[in-house]
């Protein structure tokens, strides 16, 4: 199951939370993984986005000149 990415990040700082809360160490060392790879891959898709974006605005320059 997939959360919106509005609450992901805070659903899985409660999932860390917990399994640390419970002494579940291995638990809570994987809810961090999946958390640091759902955070690289907004990062990367913001970065994708803001690429487009910079060649949308360059393709716009050039069809100006």
């Known amino acids: ?12 700082s409660h999932r860390i939370f917990e399994a ?16 640091l790879a759902f955070i690289e891959e907004i990062m990367l898709d913001r970065s994708r986005e803001e690429s487009r974006r910079e060649r949308a605005l360059r393709r716009l320059e050039q069809r100006k000149n």
């Open 1 to 12: 199951m997939r959360v919106g990415r509005c609450c992901a990040g805070e659903y899985a």
């Open 20 to 35: 640390i809360m419970a002494g579940k160490p291995e638990e809570a060392r994987e809810a961090s993984h999946r958390h």
